[in-house]
């Protein structure tokens, strides 16, 4: 398997501009997670996924923030509109259903708004 | 709530010297506790993890014990070498509503000088 995806690798962009980061999680899997990682407040989860769903999502900062899962293969996290702390290291993981389990993570997708 | 407290870093040791990295827990019931480690620009990746009391995580000549009585799973390594100067995090696993969360310390970075 060819392990947790993430596009794009760096993104640079604007603030007020849109920005989706992009997650494909390793097969069979059945949950999501979205972390974001700065160095003044290292590694936060923002949102996970069970079978698609969103199950806990009280670690998104604020409404500008949104994440989708629309099938077992495929999750974006949007920002709209980007702001300069929006900065940092995106995250995705998966792992299997069961408890005791296991994340693996993708490369992450590093994000820097000008 | 539950929760992970590990020994802030960095942590700078001269190759061949023994490792010692401290985590403590609070969590209800019994959780699972994991390992992760960064290397540079890379996501986590599990380094070794124990599921019950008394269980010893190994892998890689790092190991770790799960002691329900202090509530710790400190790191250790016999011998440090060049290449282990990464990222390590400790991780609590929990049933919770909705799912198995896992929660993530701060993270302790560690230096290998050769």
């Known amino acids: 398997d060819a392990g947790v995806i993430q596009s794009p690798r760096h993104e640079v962009t604007e603030m007020g501009q849109e920005v989706t980061l992009r997650c494909k999680p390793i097969?069979?899997?059945?949950?999501l997670f979205w972390y974001r990682q700065t160095m003044m407040r290292g590694l936060e989860l923002l949102i996970y996924?069970?079978?698609?769903?969103?199950?806990?999502d009280s670690g998104m900062p604020e409404d500008r923030f949104s994440a989708k899962m629309p099938n077992a293969s495929f999750s974006t996290l949007k920002i709209q509109p980007s702001e300069p702390r929006d900065s940092a290291v995106y995250f995705c993981?998966?792992?299997?259903?069961?408890?005791?389990?296991?994340?693996?993570f993708g490369p992450g997708t590093r994000l820097l708004v000008l | 709530g539950n929760s992970v407290t590990q020994m802030e870093g960095p942590v700078t040791l001269s190759e061949e010297a023994f490792l010692t990295i401290n985590c403590t827990y609070t969590?209800?019931?019994?959780?699972?506790l994991f390992w992760y480690v960064q290397y540079p620009g890379e996501g986590l990746q599990l380094l070794l993890k124990?599921?019950?009391?008394?269980d010893k995580g190994s892998n890689k000549g790092f190991e770790a014990t799960y002691r329900k009585e202090t509530t710790s799973f400190h790191l250790e390594k016999g011998s440090v070498q060049v290449s282990d100067s990464a990222v390590y995090f400790c991780?609590?696993?929990?049933?919770?509503?909705?799912?198995?969360?896992?929660?993530f310390g701060a993270g302790t970075r560690l230096f290998v000088k050769a």
């Open positions: 097969s069979g899997h059945d949950y």
């Open positions: 996924f069970n079978n698609n769903v969103p199950i806990d």
């Open positions: 993981a998966s792992s299997l259903s069961s408890g005791e389990e296991t994340q693996y």
């Open positions: 969590a209800t019931g019994y959780p699972s």
């Open positions: 124990a599921t019950k009391a008394d």
């Open positions: 991780a609590l696993g929990a049933q919770n509503t909705g799912g198995f969360k896992t929660i």
